[in-house]
């Protein structure tokens, strides 16, 4: 059977039917998603197994870790990670305490990664960022530099100096970084939810382009779009 797709105005559109984007936060969503799975495994990471009603557990915590230390609705978080089980729960628990999550890419120079996040904060229209980042154990440069000493070889990414900060958090341990490993320690109950007051607008996360025609620009995505491109529970 032959489908058609409408055009409109130059736009291809689906041919398959729509299905209506929930105004909701994308912890709701998440949530959801979550609990329908319960005591199945969600994730394997290296030698540990966690459940959906484990991850969700720990979403929670790490977002009360967040809120506990000062993140509240709409404040920036610059957030520099590479891979990892750990960095993912932090980098969505950012979005779940009410931050705005500003990715940069650990890929890039001091130099570029430096522009990057000046660019993030001038994007922002503000200057009271909290810097998010990680100890680094083996560096890959030059996309990070020595910074402190915390145990063999240890490296964080140049992103700590900012003046304007008003906190530093690290999956690692570091002097003078906040260690978000400790989060984990907390009850799930004393994280505060924070619905959306209007997904369509209430942006929470950065993401740069790769600056192939010039200096990557932030592309701003809001709890609506972000909801959209999940999987519907049920």
Known sequence: MALKARIENGVVFSPYTSLPVPEMSLYQVVKQCLEQHGNRTAVVWEDEQITFSELLKMFQRYAAGFQRHGVKRGEKVLVHL?????????MYSVVFAGGVAVVSQTI?????NIGENNSARKVDGQENAMDFTQTVKRPREPAVTPARTCGPSPYTVPVRGSKKSKGCFTTGTAP???????FKKLNEDSYEELPAEDA???VVVHLYTSGTTGRPKAVEHTQYSLVASLPRPG
């Not at 890039?108 to 570029?112: A, K, Y």
């Open 108 to 112: 890039l120079s001091d130099g570029e």
């Open 200 to 202: 369509k607008n209430e």
């Open 176 to 182: 003078g970084f906040v260690s978000v490993t400790e």
């Open 82 to 90: 590479d891979n990892s089980l750990e960095n993912m729960i932090a």
